[in-house]
């Protein structure tokens, strides 16, 4: 079945450490994205790529790093820079075209501060 | 600021009642409107998609779209306990295939027996 596999689905982070967030998708689609939804709140746009080796950044960037060095990856470094790092991160996929194309979403990973 | 607003709710609705969801959005340019339900600690799923003003019907949901009032709306007919989630409207405010959707906060809906 196709879809998009985050891991892991719980991370705990402690101060000043770097986490990676892993994101996979066996959907084919060129662009991929990394959202972050704080409770009761939407979700804001971190980072998206719409060709491998190629990523823009979204409204919230700072703190955050990501890489595409191929089509079915992309993932999101939280780093020590980042000061409120818990929330709930989504990755999600989908194809290029003329109209937005509807996104697919992984599981999503709750990152926690220990 | 490109903004999309929505009542966070929750807004509550005895079963088999018509909830109707509202959302309104900034830039005037936007292209594409989309609902997605989040059932709490879940990854958004997608709706309901609106490109055209006017009315879409899919099954038990309709979307309404009126770009000149900068509104989009679902309603859900013959609402079911299991409809009970979070509902997020998104907007897309650039073309050319750029998928930077813009989310709002949600809105909770509570659908009681």
């Known amino acids: 079945d196709g879809g998009i596999t985050q891991s892991p689905k719980y991370l705990f982070r402690k101060e000043g450490q770097n986490v990676t967030l892993s994101c996979e998708q066996n959907l084919n689609h060129d662009a991929m994205y990394w959202y972050r939804q704080d409770p009761g709140q939407g979700l804001r746009l971190i980072y998206y790529s719409q060709i491998v080796n190629d990523f823009q950044k979204g409204d919230i960037a700072e703190g955050y790093s990501v890489s595409r060095e191929k089509k079915e990856s992309f993932p999101l470094t939280v780093t020590s820079a980042q000061k409120n790092p818990t929330a709930f991160y989504l990755c999600a996929s989908s194809r290029t075209g003329p109209l937005t194309e509807k996104l697919f979403f992984g599981s999503g990973t709750q990152l926690s501060v220990l | 600021q490109k903004e999309v607003e929505q009542n966070s709710g929750p807004l509550s609705v005895p079963e088999g009642a018509i909830a109707s969801l509202n959302c309104t959005y900034s830039?005037?340019?936007?292209?594409?409107f989309f609902w997605y339900r989040q059932y709490s600690g879940k990854s958004p799923e997608l709706i309901m998609s609106?490109?055209?003003?006017g009315d879409k019907e899919d099954g038990r949901f309709t979307a309404q779209l009126n770009k000149a009032s900068q509104y989009v709306s679902l309603l859900i007919r013959d609402s079911q306990p299991s409809d009970s989630a979070t509902y997020l409207c998104?907007?897309?405010?650039?073309?050319?295939?750029?998928?930077?959707?813009?989310f709002g906060a949600g809105t909770r809906l509570a659908v009681h027996p």
């Open positions: 998104a907007v897309n405010p650039f073309s050319g295939g750029y998928n930077k959707l813009i």
């Open positions: 830039d005037r340019g936007s292209q594409s």
């Open positions: 609106i490109y055209s003003n």
